[in-house]
């Protein structure tokens, strides 16, 4: 009897240790069996998987961390004052950062930066309330080095409550899922399956799953072609522009379907209605930006085949790089008779040459993105550039009389 009993323990750890082995050296990812996950990619692609990690893609989203969250903890810079008797402090304790809400001195609420979302422009945080996403009531801007009140936020109120739908996610992940529809309440936030979440705009988030494309090309290492992904250079400009769009195109449209799973080749408009609203207006740019419909009401747009790629490499950091992206409008508009800007003033080529960005893709001070202090809204100085590549005198003349000087 004894021996029976012992076999059998024996027999069942051995399970146990075969199973977890097994297990762990198949890691499956939250999208499903078809996705292999990005970190499977570095093996073949590294040199463009290095180069990814510092672009505003891998940023979109990330856990938060001392890497991640930029605002500074060091007393007088970790306090933002939301009237006489209310406060937010920026605090490190040993399980993590938190902003912690005081009135009149005592701590009413204390929340935790667990998610960050963004890091060019500016940072938001998110934290878990249960299976629930909110948003902290205090964001960091990049420009201004500070702690300020997130956008659209009530001035002199420090508001824990704004909740956080996929919708965000959808923009700024790669994936999340909900938690099975049962154990959603009707009043209650959405809540969803916190393991599933799947950080970053990654890979397969745009070139749709990628675990055939590995396994055929792990087994074939002698095929130098590639194999079960999607090719972009065979696709049409509107589906290549539709990948770009589902995120860049605005977030006031009508949604039909989630985003998460569109792949290239898709077609965005059986996801997501257009958004007229928001067309060619440069007053109303916003970091929520709609580079879509703005670029295809250009002239460069509608009279050449010009798409997002044409100007990005979205695997590389291009930002700041004006020299790289005015090359691209010389591939175009030569500069041997580059007397179309018409301009009298005596530049010359040199000077036209380095600010064709400034001069026909301006940014402009987002009246979109506001922020709050004590007792008023103001904006949030925030710099949009406009995709609508066009003539703006305006803005001819303020650089004309800054090169003047
Ligand atoms: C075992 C090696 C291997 C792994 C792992 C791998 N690839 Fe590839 N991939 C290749 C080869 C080989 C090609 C063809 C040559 C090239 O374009 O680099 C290729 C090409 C591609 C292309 C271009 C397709 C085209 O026709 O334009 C994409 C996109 C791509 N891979 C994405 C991925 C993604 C995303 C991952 C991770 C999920 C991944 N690959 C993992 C080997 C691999
Ligand atoms: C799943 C959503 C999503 C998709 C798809 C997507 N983007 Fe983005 N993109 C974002 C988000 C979110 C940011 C801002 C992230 C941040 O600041 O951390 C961003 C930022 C950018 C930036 C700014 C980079 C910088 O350094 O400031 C460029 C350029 C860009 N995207 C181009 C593209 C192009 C081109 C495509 C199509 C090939 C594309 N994106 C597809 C969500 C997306
Ligand atoms: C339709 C897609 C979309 C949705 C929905 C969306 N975002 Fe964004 N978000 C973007 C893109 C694209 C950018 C970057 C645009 C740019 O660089 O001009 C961005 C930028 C940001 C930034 C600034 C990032 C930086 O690095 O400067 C923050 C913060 C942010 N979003 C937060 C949010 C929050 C919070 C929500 C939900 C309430 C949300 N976004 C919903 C697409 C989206
Ligand atoms: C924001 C969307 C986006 C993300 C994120 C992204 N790619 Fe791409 N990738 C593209 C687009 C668009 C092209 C087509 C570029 C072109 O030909 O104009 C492309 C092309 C490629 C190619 C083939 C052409 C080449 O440049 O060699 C490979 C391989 C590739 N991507 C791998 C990856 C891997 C690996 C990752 C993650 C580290 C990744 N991509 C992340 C959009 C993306
Ligand atoms: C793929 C080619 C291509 C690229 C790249 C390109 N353009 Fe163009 N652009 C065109 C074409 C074609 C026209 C229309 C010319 C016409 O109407 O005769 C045009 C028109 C223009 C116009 C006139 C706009 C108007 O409303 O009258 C300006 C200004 C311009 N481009 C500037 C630029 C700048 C600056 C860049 C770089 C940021 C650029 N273009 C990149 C092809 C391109
Ligand atoms: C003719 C060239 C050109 C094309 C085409 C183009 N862009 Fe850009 N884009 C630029 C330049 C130039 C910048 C400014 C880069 C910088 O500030 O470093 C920029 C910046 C951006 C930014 C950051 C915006 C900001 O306010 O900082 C986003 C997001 C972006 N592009 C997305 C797109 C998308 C999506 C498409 C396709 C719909 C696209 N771009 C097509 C030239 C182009
Ligand atoms: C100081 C501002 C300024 C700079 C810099 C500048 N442009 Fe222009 N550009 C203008 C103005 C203003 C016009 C309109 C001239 C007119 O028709 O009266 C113009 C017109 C154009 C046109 C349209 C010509 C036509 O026939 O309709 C193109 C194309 C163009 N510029 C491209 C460029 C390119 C490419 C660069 C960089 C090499 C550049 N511009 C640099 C101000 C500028």
Request: aromatic share 10%; glycine share 4%.
């Amino acid at each position: 009897m004894k021996k029976i009993v012992f076999i059998s323990i024996i027999l069942i750890s051995l399970f146990f240790i075969i199973y977890f082995t097994f297990r762990s050296t198949k890691p499956t990812d939250p999208r499903g069996d078809a996705y292999a996950g990005s970190a499977t990619c570095i093996k073949c692609h590294s040199d463009i998987y290095k180069s990814y990690l510092h672009t505003a893609h891998y940023m979109a989203s990330m856990p938060a961390d001392i890497n991640t969250v930029h605002g500074s903890f060091a007393k007088n810079f970790n306090t933002f004052t939301v009237s006489d008797s209310q406060k937010v402090v920026m605090e490190k304790l040993d399980s993590g950062m938190y902003q912690s809400y005081y009135l009149n001195g005592k701590l009413m609420e204390r929340h935790r930066f667990d998610i960050v979302l963004g890091g060019v422009k500016g940072e938001s945080y998110l934290f878990w309330k249960d299976n629930g996403l909110n948003q902290l009531p205090i964001s960091y801007f990049t420009k201004q080095d500070k702690w300020l009140m997130s956008p659209g936020y009530a001035p002199g109120v420090a508001d824990y409550t704004r909740i956080i739908t996929s919708r965000c996610m959808e923009c700024h992940a790669s994936f999340i899922a909900d938690q099975p529809t049962d154990a959603q309440k009707l009043d209650a936030a959405e809540q969803f399956d916190k393991s599933s979440l799947v950080y970053r705009v990654d890979c397969e988030r745009c070139h749709g799953p990628g675990a055939q494309h590995v396994e055929f090309q792990t087994n074939n290492p002698e095929v130098k072609i590639a194999k079960y992904i999607a090719s972009f250079s065979s696709l049409p400009r509107a589906r290549k522009i539709d990948i770009c769009a589902e995120c860049h195109s605005g977030n006031k449209s009508q949604m039909l379907k989630s985003t998460f799973f569109l792949k290239p080749g898709d077609t965005l408009a059986n996801y997501k209605l257009p958004d007229f609203a928001r067309t060619v207006d440069t007053n109303h740019l916003d970091v929520h930006g709609n580079q879509v419909q703005l670029l295809e009401s250009s002239k460069c747009f509608i009279h050449s085949k010009l798409d997002c790629g044409t100007c990005h490499n979205v695997h590389q950091n291009q930002r700041g790089n004006m020299a790289l992206f005015t090359q691209k409008c010389l591939d175009c508009h030569s500069v041997t008779n580059h007397n179309y800007c018409k301009i009298s003033n005596p530049l010359n080529a040199k000077l036209i040459r380095s600010n064709c960005i400034q001069c026909h893709m301006p940014t402009f001070l987002t009246k979109v993105i506001l922020t709050s202090n004590i007792n008023k809204t103001t904006n949030a100085d925030i710099l949009i550039r406009s995709h609508h590549i066009a003539i703006y005198p305006e803005e001819t003349k303020k650089i004309l009389m800054m090169l003047a000087k």
